[in-house]
T-cell receptor, first 111, second 111 residues
Framework: EDQVTQSPEALRLQEGESSSLNCSYT??????LFWYRQDPGKGPEFLFT???AGEEKEKERLKATLTKKESFLHITAPKPEDSATYLC????????????FGPGTRLSVLP | AAGVIQSPRHLIKEKRETATLKCYPI?????VYWYQQGPGQDPQFLIS???????DKGSIPDRFSAQQFSDYHSELNMSSLELGDSALYFC??????????FGPGTRLTVL
């Protein structure tokens, strides 16, 4: 069974304090790993797609990396507006496969 | 850029009533997914459609049904509503079952 875990469950950072969020997965044939940001009561906002181990992608203060068993979302010098829940999802190989989401990491960045 | 549209945004129903949620995918996207997200939980996959055919099925109750129409919009029909059906319902769309882009969600409250 495909599984996704994320750690930590919650993270509180001071503005400018860099850190990393972890997403560990077990899936039969990874087709893609996806990072989303979700604000309360809103739909998940797409951040990154990673397809193969060693791949890295960056967007502003965020950088996502992928290994064969986990992915990291690095946040450099975060700002209060980066506060949100960050969700990781995996898509298994095969046609029309749905996403399996992790429980998310609730990030709070204090000014 | 056009995004996924969901309607209504909020819906209040009584127990045992029926509800219909609508989703309009991003233009040219051929796959639609439905997710249910309870308070403090990650999105749980319900069902997906590719080119108007059901492509995958998750934890969708028998009381729920869905379809995708010729214009690619999708509707989630929910009958005999229960208190536990209160949740955020998200629709997502993708092209060729790749990255999923989520709509703003419909908040369903069952009284």
């Amino acid at each position: 069974e495909d599984q996704v875990t994320q750690s930590p469950e919650a993270l509180r950072l001071q503005e400018g304090e860099s850190s990393s969020l972890n997403c560990s997965y077990t899936v039969s044939g990874l087709r893609g790993l996806f990072w989303y940001r979700q604000d309360p009561g809103k739909g998940p906002e797409f951040l990154f797609t990673l397809y193969s181990a060693g791949e890295e992608k960056e967007k502003e203060r965020l950088k996502a990396t992928l290994t064969k068993k986990e992915s990291f979302l690095h946040i450099t010098a975060p700002k209060p507006e980066d506060s949100a829940t960050y969700l990781c999802a995996v898509q298994a190989g095969g046609y029309g496969q749905n996403f399996v989401f992790g429980p998310g990491t609730r990030l709070s960045v204090l000014p | 850029a056009a995004g996924v549209i969901q309607s209504p945004r909020h819906l209040i129903k009584e127990k045992r009533e029926t509800a219909t949620l609508k989703c309009y995918p991003i233009p040219r996207h051929d796959t639609v997914y439905w997710y249910q997200q309870g308070p403090g939980q990650d999105p749980q996959f319900l069902i997906s459609f590719y080119e108007k055919m059901q492509s995958d099925k998750g934890s969708i109750p028998d009381r729920f049904s869905a379809q995708q129409f010729s214009d690619y919009h999708s509707e989630l029909n929910m009958s005999s509503l229960e208190l536990g059906d209160s949740a955020l319902y998200f629709c997502a769309s993708s092209l060729d079952t790749d990255t999923q882009y989520f709509g703003p969600g419909t908040r369903l409250t069952v009284l």
